[in-house]
C-alpha cells in the first residue's frame, strides 16, 4: 500500500506542476496556454539565452576595459 500512496502523491504533483507551469504562469503572463506545445516558446528560451549571451559578452568587454584601465593607472 506505501508503493500506491508514493505513486498517488507523485502523479499529484506531476499533476501539479503541470498545471502551475502550464495554465497558472501563462495566464499570469498573459500568454497563450500549454507552451509546452508550441515552437513559439522554445523559440523565445532560445531568444531569451541569446540575449543573455549577449549581456554578458558586453559586460566582460566591460570589465577587460576597467581591468586595462587599472593596470594603466597602477603601472604610471
Known sequence: MLIFKLFELAITLMLLVLMVTQIAIPVWKGRKLFPMFRKQGKLEMEAIALEQK???IALQKK???RKKEIKDVTNQ
Open 54 to 56: 549577449a549581456v554578458e
Open 63 to 65: 570589465l577587460n576595459a
